[in-house]
T-cell receptor, first 113, second 111 residues
Framework: GAGVSQTPSNKVTEKGKYVELRCDPI?????LYWYRQSLGQGPEFLIYFQGTGAADDSGLPNDRFFAVRPEGSVSTLKIQRTERGDSAVYLC???????????FGPGTRLTVL | EDKVVQSPLSLVVHEGDTVTLNCSYE??????LLWYKQEKKAPTFLFML????IEKKSGRLSSILDKKELSSILNITATQTGDSAIYLC???????????FGKGTLLTVNP
């Protein structure tokens, strides 16, 4: 079956702009996670959804970052007033139930100029 | 603070060699330990370990967890150039099931 998909695969933007990154999880998966990976580092947790609600957003670095999952399937990560330090690969993962294996999408490489 | 440490950070071997990658963790509420292979962007799942001393195998790859030593190893036998990748170790714990990753081991297999 189809895996986790993310769009766009690459996004280049200018400092101060707004961006949206989309994640389409595996069909039927109720848990969805966003991670951010900088060069030479492992992925770092940003936010976890169980269904439509954000069960844990403790990893979001500041209030410029926000994520939604209005219908319990597709999720959008939104970044306002982007900064050069936001440049990274943003990974999305989903699992069938919380605690089950997380399967990752191909990521979105965000570059802020 | 909970953390995961992987060693070595990088490793270069020749095809046919056997490699052992290490992962140690310090966590307050351990649930499981996972290994992923990352070739370009998407980490692909290899193993999930929850019980100490039980080896999991998949082809030439195997992994085992030692809860007493708070560590895990990933073995790859008869390495191939296609095994070249970053191998990530992560643990799952706490109430939100998030994964906490190490920095990864960059494995390069030369022909």
């Amino acid at each position: 079956g189809a895996g986790v998909s993310q769009t766009p695969s690459n996004k280049v933007t200018e400092k101060g702009k707004y961006v949206e990154l989309r994640c389409d999880p595996i069909s039927g998966h109720t848990a969805l996670y966003w991670y951010r990976q900088s060069l030479g580092q492992g992925p770092e947790f940003l936010i976890y959804f169980q269904g439509t609600g954000a069960a844990d957003d403790s990893g979001l670095p500041n209030d410029r970052f926000f994520a939604v999952r209005p219908e319990g399937s597709v999720s959008t990560l939104k970044i306002q007033r982007t900064e050069r330090g936001d440049s990274a690969v943003y990974l999305c993962a989903s699992s069938s139930e919380r605690g089950d294996t997380q399967y990752f999408g191909p990521g979105t490489r965000l570059t802020v100029l | 603070e909970d953390k995961v440490v992987q060693s070595p950070l990088s490793l270069v071997v020749h095809e046919g060699d056997t490699v052992t990658l290490n992962c140690s963790y310090e966590v307050t509420n351990f649930r499981s330990l996972l290994w992923y292979k990352q070739e370009k962007k998407a980490p692909t799942f290899l193993f999930m370990l929850t019980s100490s001393g039980i080896e999991k195998k998949s082809g030439r790859l195997s992994s085992i967890l030692d809860k007493k030593e708070l560590s895990s190893i990933l073995n790859i036998t008869a390495t191939q150039t296609g095994d070249s990748a970053i191998y990530l170790c992560a643990y799952s714990g706490g109430s939100n099931y998030k994964l906490t990753f190490g920095k990864g081991t960059l494995l390069t297999v030369n022909p």
